[in-house]
């Protein structure tokens, strides 16, 4: 036992300290009654929106989509690999929208609309290590392109 | 030869048999219940130590968890990998250019990890060349190869690649000793005496790793053999075995072991730096290449240097020193205290222990019996510290556990001892299967070894595993070396044949900042597309650049057409993930240079070069998704001189053409 657990507690330690959160968060997994649909799970609790868009926060967003995310979403309602992002700023509150994309794989693991929308696209969305700026800027954009000047 | 050999080893079983027999051992049960408990590292559990084991012939280092002897890698060096396309991409064939060319094999035999003030540190992974002399550093961020420099002067890169305390310099012996590089070597091979030189090469190591030949030491012609590095109270000091000082050239078997005694050759490499930095360097005409992988551009560049600076031994009489050492040695091996050098004669039947204190006694003393080539040669019993008596047959390799105790590995009699440094009184045997070479204790060369594993790494496992043709893999036993009575947990199969190995604790490594993804962001690749909006097709004469992503689960782009007859086509694939461990393959019908395997937000390339039209499929090999057989595309050739245009696309669904 001491051969293998002698430092395992260290290594989960330091494994959620870097970008696998996924590990981290399935072991000490949270109690799927406690499992709030709106907000989803990871960091973020609570995210301020300004009533108007933020152009420059926006235009970082759409840099950012063109090297993570265009490959699969399209900007439109039409389905690529994964869904479009027409709409999707009114579908999901912004907590749940930052927390899925910087945590995706917990997140479908317990949210309901994401594992019907897996029974369509059947492709887990990949972490694509978004930084928090990062998440922040892609929501802008999707904002943007839901409308919001 | 073989079955000679064979027979010699049957010969020794019995030999090892009775020297258990006549020693107060217990070697008949050498698994005891609770072995396999000690070994057992359950399913998800980590490893306490990885373990770093050459791969002799397979020219790779592999990599072991301990105590479980789970395979966790194996690091392309010295061979081309079909696995990771190390070789066989653009990117990294330039690391495998020697100034013979590409050479796409080598045989690989010792592994040494850098410290700092004498403990290991994790950061690189050094190895060695055997055939086409030359270094490589291995980063731990990684476990990849980032550098490889060769050896000029040199032939059969044995004695290497061992490290001074602070990873100052890596240092190379050459085994076998040549004719100079600057020279006409085309003299007649029994010309050896008048003609042949032995050169040591010492490789400076930068904050970043880089290495870069600082001087050469040339030296007697006969072959360097193993060589290992003074520390604390011996630091300043290199310690190298050598045999053939008969100078013989030809059934090395008899004539290089007509003499009792050969030496161990003691190097003041700080005496070596001081010459150095005076000038007294001599810049000698030589061609050897440097290659080195950048992290930024993901691209190796491999270039030609053409001088080294040379000291000659014979004209500096405080460099190095000459210890006679019994019957042909090849360990040499220095204690975690730096007082203590241990030789060991293939042939001998003890094991010399020598005294740094006593050594340098005898240089200020002038206790000589006169010169080797120029070399004085150090009384032997004004050296010595003690002889371990009748330890076994055919000492090879000494590892220390820190607790003052050594382990010497007897390849004759296929045993393990443990001795007592100090008295050199024998504590402890075990027999291995067979034929053991070198050994490992995890930090067990540096000055604060982890003496709870010992790990043998074996020639032969005649009957110790199922049989796969005339071929039985090598093999490695681990012992837990913690009580007072070495005991086998586990013996496991390796690649090629296995000679040295180092061994650091898991975390020392992994806690290291080790890579998980390349950001995007970062890649410098001068053929990156940095997402899907930037992929195309760009045409240069008759070379064709396809910029292409790739992402679960599908390629952009994956229809190309247009590509004629005579192009060189470079598929340069950028890896959109940002994801742990989701690499993306690369392959296409017919291409004849392997394929690629891509790290996610790493860009390779893969050079393909038609040989008919038609429509070549593409897919990637590394499974990724449900969708992962989907990951295909087509590309079409055509006569050279088609006006078929350049096109590409990706999901457009084009109505179908008549």
Known sequence: MLISCGDKSKSTDNSSKESTSEEATKTEAVDPSTYDPNRGLGKFTTVDLGDKLDVAMAKKGEEIQTVKCSSCHKLTDEKLVGPGWKGVTSRHKPEWIMNFITNPDPMIDKDPKLQAQLEICLMRMPNQSLSDDDARHVLEYMRQNDGVK | MKNKFLKGTLALALVAAFFSSCKPKDSNDVVSGDAAQKAYVAPGKYDEFYNFVSGGFSGQVSVYGLPSGRLLRVIPVFSADPQSGYGYNEETK??????????????????????????VDGR?????????????????????????????????????PFITENTEYVVAGTRFSVPPDN??????????????????????????????????????GVNFDLSHAGKGKSHGWFFFSCYNTEQANTLLEVNASQKDKDFIMAVNWKKAEEYIKAGKGKKVATKYVHNIYDEKTHTAKSETRNEVLVLDSKDFKDICYMIPCPKSPHGCDVDPTGEYIVGSGKLAALIPVFSFDKLQNAIKNKQFDGEYDGIPVIKYEAALHGEVQKPGLGPLHTEFDGKGNAYTTFFVSSEVVKWDIKSLKVLDRVPTYYSVGHLCIPGGDSKKPYGKYLIAYNKITKDRYLPTGPELAQSAQIFDISGDKMQLILDFPTIGEPHYAQAAPADLIRNNGQLKIYKIEENKHPYVTKGEKESKIVREGNKVHVYMTSIRSHFAPDNIEGIKLGDEVYFHVTNLEQDWDIPHGFAIKGADNGELLIMPGETCTLKWIPKKTGIFPFYCTDFCSALHQEMQGYARVSPAGSSVPLTFSIGTNLPAAK
């Open chain 2, 94 to 119: 330039p690391m495998l250019n020697t100034s013979n060319g590409f050479v796409p094999w080598d045989d690989q035999h010792h592994t040494e990890l850098s410290q700092t003030n004498g403990e």
């Open chain 2, 183 to 220: 020279v006409n070597g085309d003299v007649p091979i029994n010309t050896y005496k008048q003609n042949f030189k032995g050169y040591l090469s010492f490789v400076k190591v930068g904050k970043e790793g880089e290495m870069d030949i600082a001087f050469q030491i040339a030296a007697p």
């Open chain 2, 124 to 160: 690189w992974l050094f190895a060695n060349a055997n055939n086409t002399p030359r270094i490589a550093r291995v980063d731990l961020k990684t476990f990849t190869t980032k550098e490889i420099i060769e050896l000029p002067n040199s032939a059969g890169n044995h004695s290497s």
